[in-house]
């Protein structure tokens, strides 16, 4: 499943650049699919969503940091834990329950994202 950062967080910010897929932003930034991966152009998604990789997308949270879900492996392919919630100080980056993947899951998107 991906990480969801809970509205304990303290915008610390620790937890955005330990992230190896650039799935984590400030709050009320625009995000992107090509920011830290491989995509570029017109891509279509594992499931069949058909977006420009380089179009900045609206942000989830205006207030907090928050996670892309659609970009979240859990640190799948990179390290054995979520480099998120390991650096964390309060402990608000946990398993989101509306975004419930398997491991194969998590390990295809990895390799999607980075063109592997």
């Known amino acids: 499943m991906a990480i969801i950062i809970t509205d304990e967080c303290i ?3 620790a937890c ?3 992230c190896p ?3 984590i932003y400030e709050g009320a930034d625009d995000w992107r699919y090509k920011d830290g991966t491989s995509l570029t152009g017109t891509v279509v ?3 069949g969503t058909e977006v420009d990789a380089n179009e900045a997308q609206t942000p989830i949270s205006d207030e907090i940091y928050y996670i892309v879900p ?3 492996t859990e640190c799948k392919g990179f390290h054995d ?3 998120c ?3 964390c100080p309060v402990d608000c980056c946990v398993p989101d329950d509306n975004h419930v993947e398997d491991e ?3 390990l295809n998107r990895q390799a999607f994202l980075h063109g592997e």
């Open 11 to 13: 915008n610390c910010g």
């Open 21 to 23: 897929n650039t799935a």
């Open 81 to 83: 834990e979520p480099q």
């Open 45 to 47: 998604l594992p499931d």
């Open 70 to 72: 659609g970009k979240c």
């Open 85 to 87: 919630a390991a650096v």
């Open 104 to 106: 194969e899951t998590l």
């Open 16 to 18: 955005e650049p330990e």
